[in-house]
């Protein structure tokens, strides 16, 4: 039988479009089977939480839960990176608790600021030698327990006189963080060589510490110092101490946390040398004490409201593997040791405390007369008048 021409060139036609349907079929097929390429790793941001001092005055240590004491501000320190806090006490559980002038704590007091979100402590503070070597190296001992098992970190004492002073390595979603403790003076003689004690009044000393700072720094992505010094109740920075903080920062310190004063003094951005962004927070306050336990609300206009009056710096971090670490932006929570009628002395954010509609109406005009100086205090450094 013989095919016209014109049917030849149709069938030919349909075996081709069938043809092209079923490539198409077949690379539509693979498209959706194929997952799509990862896309560059961009830079990621990352929030790192700072307060002041942990104190265990004897209302902190007899409160029959410790859990009571975080319980609101909980969220904030469980909505970031890594938490830091100073704890302004030894650790020893075979002393009994002991309040002001030479503290001493069990483990389940620390124990609660872990489990409401701590990750890393200072213990390096004019209270550390409080109760002698042997409760510095029980401090010791707890810590490096709690690393282990909790995976905390720590800085600010040592196991032996002669250790070298290194910092704490911590590595967080691809970071590389040095952390590393030192306080300006002790109250007590005995163990201080078991602390890292940096004289910053001290010329030769200052230097040497400076230049080791600046070695050390290639080695990391991200730099924190924690220092306690400073004038206690001084709600701005001495010069000495201000000059220091700033020494730190051009030898490589991005983050200078300071504390000891016991009220807030306002921190600092800083543009350094580098062209980076650094941070001094002066001082942080008190996070939880028992200073304001006997305070009423006639003393509204005294300088004691100032001692019950932290902050949660609340600091922004930007990495990426192309550019490091470096800080975009710094907030800071207002909190406050509240003596709450039913659970004892706790941690409550200003907002709550302002908004309570069943807090005592003089106590209410107590907190809503201190919102002014205290947001003064929150602020960024203006270059007002230093302290001595």
Not at 143 to 152: H, N, P
Not at 177 to 194: P, R, W
Not at 283 to 289: K, L, R, T
Not at 290 to 304: A, K, R
């Amino acid at each position: 039988m013989r095919v016209s021409p014109g049917l030849t060139i149709i069938l030919c036609t349909v075996l081709l479009v069938c043809i092209n349907l079923l490539g198409l079929y077949q690379r539509l097929d693979y498209i959706r089977r194929t997952p799509p390429p990862s896309p560059a790793r961009t830079s990621e941001v990352f929030v790192l939480s700072f307060v002041g001092d942990i104190m265990a005055h004897d209302v902190n240590y007899l409160n029959p839960s410790y859990e009571e004491i975080y319980r609101g501000v909980g969220p904030f320190l469980q909505q970031d990176l890594l938490s830091f806090g100073n704890l302004e006490f030894p650790v020893d559980a075979s002393k009994p608790l002991q309040n002001y002038p030479r503290f001493n704590v069990h483990p389940s007091y620390v124990d609660a600021a872990v489990d409401a979100g701590f990750q890393v402590f200072s213990a390096a503070n004019n209270h550390s030698a409080d109760q002698g070597p042997e409760s510095i190296l029980a401090t010791a001992e707890y810590l490096d327990i709690l690393r282990s098992e909790k995976e905390t970190r720590w800085s600010g004492l040592r196991h032996h006189a002669d250790d070298p002073l290194l910092p704490e390595l911590i590595e967080a979603e691809g970071m590389r963080i040095g952390f590393l403790a030192v306080t300006a003076f002790l109250n007590m003689d005995e163990g201080s060589a078991l602390v890292n004690r940096i004289d910053y009044a001290d010329p030769e000393r200052r230097e040497s510490f400076l230049n080791y700072i600046s070695e050390i720094r290639k080695l990391y992505d991200l730099f924190i110092l924690s220092v306690h010094g400073g004038v206690e109740y001084a709600t701005l920075p001495g010069r000495g101490k201000h000059a220091f903080f700033h020494e730190l920062i051009e030898a490589g310190v991005d983050i200078v946390w300071g504390h000891h004063p016991h009220v807030l003094q306002p921190w600092e951005m800083v543009l350094r040398h580098d062209g980076r962004q650094a941070l001094i927070i002066n001082s942080a306050g008190n996070f939880i004490s028992g200073q304001t336990w006997h305070m009423t609300p006639d003393e509204v206009h005294t300088e004691i409201p100032s001692r019950g009056e932290g902050a949660i710096y609340r600091v922004n971090l930007v990495h990426s593997p192309e550019r490091g670490a470096s800080i975009r932006g710094v907030s800071a929570v207002p909190v406050i040791s509240y003596r709450d009628p039913g659970r004892g002395m706790v941690l409550a954010s200003y907002t709550e405390l302002i908004t309570d509609e069943k807090m005592d109406p003089l106590w209410k005009q107590f907190y809503s007369l201190r919102e002014e100086p205290l947001q003064d205090l929150l602020e960024p450094f203006s270059w007002r008048n230093l302290t001595r």
